[in-house]
């Protein structure tokens, strides 16, 4: 099982030098930030997102996101809060580009063990890996916004789950 404290740190390290670097440099791009629902994607199901272009050069686009859903668990009798969190890339000028991005999604999860002949169950702190490779449609002025993607999960049992999200919101 994947848990926070086993993912790599130096991965964790680059990502947040690499998020702290943009913020630096000057931008262009009119709307930097949106607001939208993605289906399927990274959190799994569902999730509502926050994101910022943090960085503009030419053709190339760094954007950071940050989202909140709840994943549900056994027969939908509980459910886990999952954080996405992700970095992508966007390449492409006007409205058009494709958009490329790793990400993590933290969640709490029940998880079941027996202690002394009783079932228990404990809450663990746990993270999908995630991937990015799609398209997205989003005007530099702001206004509606349109993404789908391929989205390759690694889940809690260490397997590579294809998925794909699709996202509806808008630029401001």
Same mark, same amino acid.
């Given at each position: 099982?994947?848990?926070?404290?086993?993912?790599?740190?130096?991965?964790?390290?680059?990502?947040?030098? @690499?998020?702290?670097?943009?913020?630096?440099?000057?931008?262009?791009?009119?709307?930097? /930030?949106?607001?939208?629902? $993605?289906? &399927?994607? /990274?959190?799994?199901?569902?999730?509502?997102?926050? =994101?910022? !272009?943090?960085?503009?050069? /030419?053709?190339?686009?760094?954007?950071?996101?940050?989202? !909140?859903?709840?994943?549900?668990?056994?027969?939908? =009798?509980?459910?886990? %809060?999952?954080? +996405?969190?992700?970095? *992508?890339?966007?390449?492409?000028?006007?409205?058009?580009?494709?958009? *490329?991005?790793?990400?993590?999604? +933290?969640?709490?999860?029940?998880?079941?063990?027996?202690? $002394?002949?009783?079932?228990?169950?404990?809450?663990?702190?746990?993270?999908?890996? *995630?991937?990015?490779?799609?398209?997205?449609?989003?005007?530099?002025?702001?206004?509606?916004?349109?993404?789908?993607? @391929? !989205?390759? !999960?690694?889940?809690?049992?260490?397997?590579?789950? %294809?998925?794909?999200?699709?996202?509806? &919101?808008?630029?401001?």
């Amino acid at each position: 099982m994947k848990t926070i404290s086993t993912l790599p740190k130096k991965t964790f390290f680059i990502f947040c030098l @690499f998020l702290i670097s943009f913020q630096v440099y000057g931008q262009t791009f009119d709307a930097k /930030n949106s607001l939208y629902v $993605e289906l &399927g994607g /990274n959190a799994g199901l569902y999730s509502l997102n926050y =994101d910022r !272009i943090l960085y503009q050069k /030419n053709a190339f686009k760094a954007v950071g996101r940050v989202g !909140i859903s709840a994943f549900p668990q056994r027969f939908f =009798d509980q459910l886990a %809060p999952v954080l +996405p969190l992700e970095l *992508t890339a966007l390449i492409g000028k006007g409205n058009h580009h494709l958009e *490329t991005g790793i990400g993590v999604a +933290p969640l709490l999860h029940h998880v079941n063990h027996r202690e $002394e002949n009783t079932l228990v169950t404990k809450l663990e702190l746990g993270a999908f890996t *995630t991937g990015r490779i799609g398209y997205r449609y989003q005007k530099s002025t702001g206004g509606f916004l349109f993404r789908a993607a @391929f !989205i390759p !999960i690694i889940n809690l049992d260490s397997q590579l789950v %294809p998925f794909a999200g699709i996202s509806l &919101g808008k630029s401001f």
